[in-house]
């Protein structure tokens, strides 16, 4: 099992809809989770950050853990054609060199 | 601030030769990191570099990838020979420090295809 799933899509949706992206996770250890954003032929670039269980916001995005089930969400609201990017969840290895382990990533488009 | 640079940004090689990837971590970061994504799976951890010591090479697939940090600065990864599963896409990423909310920033990557 690997230790972060994610479904690689690919997720098209109209301009304004509402986005959930998510992951599974396998440790219930994690801490830290991630979701990173990576437009076509950049790096990855840190999008948000949850620690533990509950939900974090940064305008319209919001980053949710439900450390029960082993959840990782990512809601985009009035989504925009410029959040059409392909979108991946991560945590830390631990504590020692804090290596990422990323899930497959989920590519979105957003149709104007 | 200039973010994390790599170099090249593609390279085209043949089996068997040997190629040298280069990373530019932003200045003051003595975290520095490679990663690599294959096509069709997920970008996966190669080493990690404090400073100029290797502080933990579990990912590196085996012995013809040498990563070196001379200095503490920049850092090259280099594959040799190359064979064709080597192809993939090479993020470097730096951070500076080690707290659990200290952000790794990643380059563009370099784009290896190996014939």
């Known amino acids: 099992q690997k230790e972060v799933e994610q479904d690689p899509g690919p997720l098209s949706v109209p301009e304004g809809a509402i986005v959930s992206l998510n992951c599974t996770y396998s440790n219930s250890a994690f801490q830290y989770f991630m979701w990173y954003r990576q437009y076509s032929r950049k790096g990855p670039e840190l999008l948000m950050y949850t620690y533990s269980s509950g939900n974090k916001e940064d305008g319209r995005f919001t980053a949710q853990v439900d450390k029960s089930s082993k959840y990782i969400s990512l809601f985009i609201r009035d989504s925009q054609p410029s959040d059409s990017a392909t979108y991946l969840c991560a945590r830390y290895s631990g504590a020692g060199s804090y290596q990422l382990t990323f899930g497959k990533g989920t590519k979105l488009s957003v149709i104007p | 601030e200039a973010g994390v640079t790599q170099f090249p940004s593609h390279s085209v090689i043949e089996k068997g030769q040997t190629v040298t990837l280069r990373c530019d971590p932003i200045s003051g970061h003595d975290n520095l990191y490679w990663y690599r994504r294959v096509m069709g799976k997920e970008i996966k951890f190669l080493l990690h570099f404090v400073k100029e010591s290797k502080q933990d090479e579990s990912g590196m697939p085996n012995n013809r990838f040498l990563a070196e940090r001379t200095g503490g600065t920049y850092s090259t990864l280099k594959v040799q020979p190359a064979e064709l599963e080597d192809s993939g896409v090479y993020f470097c990423?730096?951070?500076?420090?080690?707290?659990?909310?200290?952000?790794?920033?990643f380059g563009p990557g370099t784009r290896l295809t190996v014939l």
């Open positions: 990423a730096s951070r500076q420090g080690l707290r659990d909310t200290d952000t790794q920033y």
